[in-house]
């Protein structure tokens, strides 16, 4: 575990990273080659492992706006860019058109709107995908589920209002209507969820057809990927090549031509790249458990994942532990009954499979400053990557009005 600070510090893996991209470009080489990943931006988007996965020939899915600059910070080809987003504003999008956006993810009939007033505006031609909901039971927890009955996300398939969206979109001359797209949501545990989704976004590519009279040329079926925390998920390779599978028997089936194929990983390239490392502080029992209080508690990680827990010493385990943050909610536990050797103040802990959502959704609480970032290289070198923040940092911006100085 490299690091040139103390703790904590969250530790990536340029390595790790490689691996993972490699294995879902060799599953998709193998069943589906006309394919292209777009790495969800949203996962992660610090610029320098961006930059990792650009090298690798990653393309990248960015929610408007912010995403936009970090993938351009990173160095993306514009034109390597997806742009999601459902309330992008018209300057936003104007900006991602000038810019060389070429594909642009369309979710209801307002961004639709603004895209081709965007699109107009700036003399471009950008490529519509529509991102249709077949509103399906998804595996895995609502809070991440996105094709659903109650999602406000995408257009609804089977009401039609995701064909009233494509009919205005093929005859609107500023965009080409290029595509559709959808995904089900975020660690998704079943393989046969993507087979549905597959068959349900492929017949309503057939009855775009059959409406619209415009062969599409892109399939995105988005992301969802899963990372094993504490139970055994699908492999990759097995929903790609179900994926595969599914669009080539459907496509036959519908007379449709094979569409090239998008995918918007997230989750799965980055979760088992990053650790966070804690020192533990404080050893306190009390009648029901032994905590092991540590420098960083849930403010840092992604939302109560059953993340791995290591203690960075010998010795046997045995000893159960509660593994607690300094942060004043009574929730702010990362894992309970962990087995871990007998632990002390200063000992280390390396809390595993935090590469995912976690620098995003880390917050201030208590005023607690967000851990720096190390990526340890495949040369073997350790590189910064986010500095430490400092409390100042966290009251840069706070005002206090004359009257209450
Ligand atoms: N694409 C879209 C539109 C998303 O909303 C998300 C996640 O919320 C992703 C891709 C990435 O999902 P995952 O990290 O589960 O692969």
Not at 33 to 56: G, Q, T
Request: with cysteine; hydrophobic share 40%.
């Amino acid at each position: 575990m490299c690091s040139p600070f103390g703790t904590p510090v969250y530790v990536f893996y340029e390595e790790d990273i490689e691996r993972n991209y490699r294995t879902l470009r060799s599953a998709l080489d193998e069943h589906y080659p006309d394919s292209v990943i777009h790495f969800a931006v949203k996962a992660n988007y610090n610029p320098a492992i961006l930059s990792v996965l650009r090298e690798m020939g990653c393309h990248a899915e960015v929610y408007a706006t912010g995403e936009l600059s970090a993938a351009q910070q990173a160095g993306f080809d514009p034109s390597a860019l997806l742009l999601t987003g459902m309330n992008r504003q018209p300057a936003a999008v104007e900006r991602a058109l000038e810019l060389g956006v070429e594909y642009l993810l369309v979710d209801n009939a307002t961004e639709l709107e603004r895209l081709i007033d965007a699109a107009t505006a700036t003399g471009t031609r950008p490529k519509v995908l529509i991102r249709g909901n077949p509103a399906m039971d998804v595996p895995t927890r609502p809070s991440i589920a996105t094709a659903t009955r109650e999602t406000k996300f995408g257009l609804d398939i089977a009401s039609g209002r995701a064909m009233a969206v494509a009919e205005r979109a093929a005859d609107a001359d500023s965009v080409e209507l290029a595509g559709v797209q959808l995904h089900i949501g975020s660690q998704i545990r079943s393989v046969d969820a993507y087979a549905v989704a597959a068959r349900e976004l492929l017949a309503f590519a057939g009855d775009v057809r059959d409406t619209c009279g415009v062969e599409i040329d892109v399939l995105d079926l988005g992301g969802g990927f899963p990372v094993s925390y504490d139970e055994p998920v699908p492999e990759a390779e097995a929903i790609i090549e179900t994926m595969a599978t599914t669009i080539h028997e459907t496509a036959a089936d519908l007379e449709l031509p094979l569409p090239t194929l998008f995918l918007e990983p997230g989750r799965r390239l980055l979760g088992n790249a990053g650790t966070l490392l804690t020192s533990v502080g404080v050893i306190k029992e009390t009648p029901y458990a032994t905590f092991a209080v540590c420098d960083v508690g849930t403010n840092a990680v992604s939302s109560y994942w059953p993340y791995p827990v290591y203690a960075l010493k010998d010795g046997a385990t045995g000893h159960t532990y509660d593994v607690a943050g300094p942060l004043c909610y009574s929730g702010d536990v990362i894992a309970e009954g962990v087995s871990l050797p007998s632990l002390e103040r200063g000992d280390r802990l390396a809390i595993d499979r935090v590469g995912a959502y976690s620098l995003g959704s880390a917050s201030h609480t208590n005023a607690q400053p967000k851990p720096p970032v190390v990526l340890c290289r495949t040369n073997g070198d350790v590189d910064v990557i986010r500095r430490p923040e400092t409390v100042d940092d966290i009251l840069a911006n706070a005002e206090v009005p004359d009257d209450l100085q």
